[in-house]
């Protein structure tokens, strides 16, 4: 009696749970407040099992890291003479930027917006997608659409937020498609991720046009026309053009700035592209 | 009821290490889907409802975890647990043959589930390779994985009952 009973309530759930994959595939609002809510009782247990875990971890990488430590050591300090010099020079050169900038009123400086800190508190185990979690949510001004980046590139977006966290999809997942331009000539691409090429460290590039000036080694930023991302946020650097069998376009592939591997603590843009282009507009 | 409570805190710590630990270890080429283990453990040695109210459980944490559409982790869970439940009559607790092939079975299902509903889909055509560089790895640890955790999970659950009994 009881396996009947059993039977009717797997085929009730099963359609309830494909009845809610077809609504929430068109519209996701309404289970904001049920993923937030659950997330008050299990962030915590996730950030203090990644803490332990973290640490355990950590320690044992910097055991086996502090022999090769102190050779760097040495080499480094050869650099830092090497790079004071270059500092030097550097800021005398800023000075210069400076005043040109202000020559030309560039006031659209790329750098500037505002940034919170977060570290990364889950990731998907599987190998099938590239998503991770990160502690910082709503209540510290996250929105959905977010840009994340880490180690001076693009990382991701945010896709969803809860109060206390938020989860990030990395560029490199496969469904990611950000539109991208070189920084050097201006000319728009696609930057998609690829499960498949992603095992050798690279994202596609896609849609150059054929005439577009882009090679090997040109700096890939994000385009101002994304509708996402906000613009010149550097994303890797271009390898391997070539042009398609359609003669058409040319396509490539990217050598991501930040590394995924060894993701801690990402930085999240709390401007959204929509923000700036409001008060864009308005000004 | 003291092997209820201690069963979903097990699913919590699974699901906490599974995306919490696991990926913070670059050298783990693949990792042990341990929600897996744990569903169609509890549905083999339980029997089919309890496979499936555990099953509901582990899918609502991933469905929770991921953005996107909710049910999609539910639906395979319920059913996992479900229908490895029916397998219980086969079920005896030191017999650890069967549980090593159940474990197979659900990864390939769970990994085919994933690659037909969000790559195929989206015309990824290429199975050979997805199955050589991602769903054979994930196999062989799982079923590694399996060999400890179901002998822990079979043991901590024996005590568990004997102290119900009292």
């Known amino acids: 009696m009881e396996s009947k009973r059993g039977k009717y309530i797997l085929i009730g759930l099963s359609a309830f749970c494909i009845m809610l994959i077809g609504i929430t595939s068109f519209k996701d609002g309404f289970l904001t407040p049920l993923r937030s809510g659950f997330g008050y009782f299990l962030i915590p247990i996730q950030s203090g099992v990644n803490r332990t875990g973290t640490t355990i971890y950590n320690e044992l990488r910097d055991f086996s890291r502090l022999k090769s430590a102190v050779n760097e050591n ?25 005043r040109l900038r202000e020559l030309y009123r560039l006031d659209q400086d790329y750098l500037q917006y505002e940034k919170i800190g977060a570290r990364v508190i889950a990731k ?59 920084q050097q ?27 577009a000036d882009i090679k090997g080694g040109d700096r890939i930023v994000t385009s101002n026309i994304s509708a996402k991302f906000l613009p010149g946020i550097l994303i890797g650097y271009a390898v391997d053009i070539t042009i398609d069998t359609s003669r058409l376009t040319k396509s490539g592939y990217l050598i991501p700035t930040a590394e995924f591997d060894s993701l801690q603590e990402v930085l999240v843009i709390t401007t959204l592209k929509e923000e700036v282009e409001a008060t864009g507009a308005a000004e | ?57 582990a899918g ?31 079920y005896y607790e030191d017999y650890i043959t069967l549980p090593l092939i159940l474990s197979v079975v659900n990864e390939l299902v769970y990994n085919l589930y994933i690659y037909i509903f969000r790559f195929l889909v989206r015309n990824r055509l290429d199975f050979w390779y997805y199955a050589k560089e991602i769903i054979i790895p994930e196999i062989i640890f799982t079923v590694v994985t399996t060999l400890l955790i179901y002998r822990f999970f079979l043991y901590t659950n024996r005590q568990l009952e004997e102290l119900d009994k009292r």
């Open chain 1, 74 to 98: 040495r080499e480094l300090k050869l650099r830092i003479d090497e790079l004071m010099e270059d500092n030097t020079r550097l800021q005398s050169e800023q000075f210069e930027l400076q």
């Open chain 1, 124 to 182: 998907d185990s599987g190998d099938w997608f590239q998503v991770f979690r990160i502690n910082k949510g709503s209540a510290d001004g996250v929105q959905v659409d977010a840009n994340v980046i880490a180690g001076g590139g693009l990382v991701g977006i945010v896709t969803d937020v809860g109060a206390n966290y938020a989860t990030v999809r990395s560029i490199i997942d496969d469904v990611s498609r950000v539109s991208a331009m070189a």
């Open chain 1, 185 to 211: 000539s201006g000319e728009h691409c696609i930057v998609a991720g690829d499960l498949m090429v992603y095992r050798d460290g690279r994202l596609r590039i896609t849609n150059i046009m054929d005439e």
């Open chain 2, 1 to 57: 009821m003291r092997k209820v409570i201690f069963n979903i805190i097990l699913i919590i710590l699974a699901f906490t290490v599974q995306c919490g630990i696991f990926p913070l270890m670059p050298f783990l080429s693949a990792t042990p889907n341990l929600l897996l283990i744990l569903t169609f453990s509890f549905g083999f040695a339980h029997g089919r409802d309890a496979g499936m109210y555990y099953g509901l459980f």
């Open chain 2, 60 to 90: 609502i944490l991933l469905d929770l975890f991921y953005s996107g559409s909710f049910g999609f982790y539910t639906l395979l869970f319920i059913n996992v647990g479900y229908l490895n439940g029916i397998c219980t009559r086969y």
